[in-house]
Each structure stands twice: as structure tokens, then as C-alpha cells.
């Protein structure tokens, strides 16, 4: 099984401390329920768990499951925050593939 891409971190400051965020995480997200060109169900594969942190300190957490699309997208709002923070996503996968991507807090 080949790698997961890497997720899209991009944060930029939009206020003195405040930052916008934007994350796409790759992954192609089945379900278990569709079926390949010969009739088998294509066997599901999805991110279960996630976590954002935010200079090392937990920030957001969730659960993913099968109804979620191809490639997740979130857009947050960060309050507080600076221009050269760090975030960082990890997430894990149904297979146990795991993908973590960092990104500095740009600024405006």
C-alpha cells in the first residue's frame, strides 16, 4: 500500500490574532459500499480519528466515518493566535495508516 499524501495545512493571520484555516486531508475515503468494475465491494478505507494541534497543545479532535467524501475539508477560524505558530493534523486510517503534516501559522 503506498503512502497517504500529504494533507493541505494552510493557516494566514487575518487579524492581529486571529487566523484563518484551511485543511484538506488526501484520502480516497470508501465507504464499503460501492462496488469495482467486476460487481466485488471495493473494501472500506477511511480516516477514523484526527487531531489538530496547536504548538504542540491539543487544539481540535474528531471521528471521521464512512458517509464522509473523498479528501475531507474543514475551515476554521483561530483566535489568539500569531503569525509563526505551529499546527499539526495527524490522522489515522480502517487499514492503520497514519499521516502527520505541520505547518507554520503565516502571516498576513
Request: no cysteine.
Amino acid at each position: 500500500m503506498k503512502a497517504p499524501a500529504p494533507s493541505l495545512l494552510r493557516a494566514r493571520m487575518s487579524s492581529a490574532t486571529s487566523a484563518q484555516l484551511r485543511i484538506r486531508m488526501r484520502h480516497p475515503m470508501e465507504s464499503g459500499q460501492r462496488r469495482d468494475e467486476l460487481g466485488r465491494f471495493i473494501p472500506a478505507r477511511h480516516i477514523t480519528d484526527f487531531v489538530l494541534q496547536l504548538n504542540e497543545q491539543p487544539l481540535l479532535s474528531g471521528q471521521f466515518g464512512p458517509g464522509i467524501s473523498q479528501d475531507p475539508y474543514l475551515e476554521l477560524t483561530l483566535k489568539g493566535v500569531k503569525a509563526g505558530d505551529r499546527l499539526q493534523l495527524e490522522w489515522i486510517d480502517t487499514t492503520g495508516a497514519r499521516r502527520m503534516d505541520r505547518a507554520p501559522i503565516d502571516p498576513a
